[in-house]
């Protein structure tokens, strides 16, 4: 038989007890230095010295007596069960103390804050510092792990910041995780504690009203509520600014307010060129490809979406959007009966994961809808479990679920099945009822 992998929970009860009373009869000094190396992430000598506030010489002797113990090894790293349970035996304050040295001592040197970030995760302290530290190593990690993200935050809120900036950043961070719900509530908190005015107190919105807008407005996007949506974007702007951003044009094209759409490109035409981030042209290639998909050809704008889609690919990191290029390259690609390019599109974002938890259900979703249209009723039912859409299954979010309704009424007609197509024709009532018509 194969060895069955040991989890934290699989060690003894008695083993821990027997590690608590070897780690009491060690001295106070290699103790101290097994706790701050947990801490530190197995730091050097250097940032041990300044956490224990003991000179050069000293920590060497007590880091060579910690390594001798058999608890942490030649690299500096301590043993994880070890090192939880310091955590849990070491006193509230003296862990506040080090905790707060850390948090000191990072800042002050610069770099990557998120090692540091998620060994204060680990902790339940307190303190300006360590917010801080907390915040930054959140804002870090928010591109490519919002659940990770989100945990920082929450835990810089704990530890006593409070500020509109934290909060938007938390609502960032829930609406890329897929909790909708979450999300609103903090962008509206952000929003109630920031006024209109910014610093300079001439009518320019601050930055952090301006992303709380920006996660609403991808919000009820991603809820079929596009023409709120449209009016948020529009006060993410200054009011003597350009007017919508660039992503609002799938949006107002979505609303049918095409010639709007066209003057926000006609009046970013260096958008890629002020800020040449990869966010940055993925957005300009998904506004001029669905600009291009409504007044132009849709062979021109299925390629800008498909190069934005692999762009996002490429990133390795979920931003958010109104909707995703692979999903809106799809739904292009529909239209003219280009199934094949569709699918592949759709298989590769579901593959490469661009967008979080939210992007995934939208992604199977619509590769379901495509079975159907396709004619492969088996792959269909499949996608649209895998989607969490499936009977009994609670609703999705609104522009979800009407795709969702939408493929088990067309499953049902498929396969001449009257009663699920009663069951499935109850639920697009629903469906419809709660998605406004675009």
Request: charged fraction near 20%.
């Amino acid at each position: 038989l194969a060895a069955v992998p040991r989890t934290r929970l699989d060690v003894p009860a008695g083993v821990r007890e027997q590690l608590r009373y070897v780690l009491e009869a060690l001295p106070p000094e290699v103790r101290d230095v097994l706790f701050a190396a947990t801490l530190s992430t197995g730091g050097d000598a250097e940032t041990l010295g300044h956490l224990l506030e003991t000179d050069g010489p000293a920590i060497d002797r007590t880091l060579q007596a910690a390594q001798a113990t058999g608890l942490m090894a030649d690299h500096g790293a301590v043993v994880p069960l070890v090192g939880r349970l310091l955590l849990r035996l070491t006193p509230a304050a003296y862990t506040n103390r080090i905790c707060e040295r850390l948090a000191e001592l990072q800042l002050s040197r610069g770099g990557s804050m998120l090692p540091v970030g998620q060994a204060l995760l680990r902790t339940s302290v307190r303190g300006a510092q360590v917010a801080e530290t907390l915040q930054a190593a959140g804002q870090e990690a928010l591109g490519s792990h919002p659940d990770l993200a989100s945990r920082l935050f929450a835990a810089a809120a704990a530890a006593g910041a409070q500020s509109p900036a934290l909060l938007a950043s938390r609502a960032d961070a829930a609406a890329r995780c897929g909790r909708l719900d979450e999300a609103l509530r903090l962008a509206d908190e952000a929003l109630v504690g920031d006024p209109l005015t910014g610093e300079s107190g001439e009518g320019e919105p601050s930055a952090e009203r301006t992303r709380a807008l920006g996660v609403t407005a991808a919000v009820l996007a991603h809820r079929g509520m596009l023409a709120r949506a449209a009016e948020l974007y529009r006060l993410t702007d200054s009011p003597g600014g350009a007017g919508y951003p660039v992503i609002a044009v799938p949006v107002l094209a979505g609303i049918g307010a095409l010639a709007e759409a066209q003057k926000v490109l006609a009046s970013c035409p260096g958008h890629t060129e002020n800020t040449p981030t990869l966010l940055n042209g993925i957005e300009s290639l998904i506004a001029h490809g669905v600009e291009e998909s409504v007044t132009g050809s849709s062979v021109v704008a299925l390629s800008q979406l498909t190069r934005a889609a692999s762009l996002l690919e490429s990133a390795g990191s979920t931003p958010l959007l109104p909707d995703t290029p692979a999903a809106l390259a799809a739904l292009v690609a529909m239209h003219p009966g280009e199934f094949a390019a569709a699918a592949s599109v759709l298989r590769r974002a579901t593959s490469a994961r661009p967008g979080g938890r939210l992007a995934g259900t939208r992604h199977r979703l619509l590769l379901g809808f495509l079975a159907m249209l396709r004619g492969h009723t088996g792959d269909a039912h499949a996608l649209l479990t895998a989607a969490g859409a499936g009977a009994g299954r609670p609703a999705l979010e609104p522009r979800d679920e009407l795709f969702a309704a939408a493929i088990e009424v067309g499953l049902a007609r498929r396969e001449g099945d009257l009663s699920a197509l009663q069951r499935g024709w109850s639920r697009a009532r629903e469906a419809m009822l709660q998605h406004p018509v675009d």
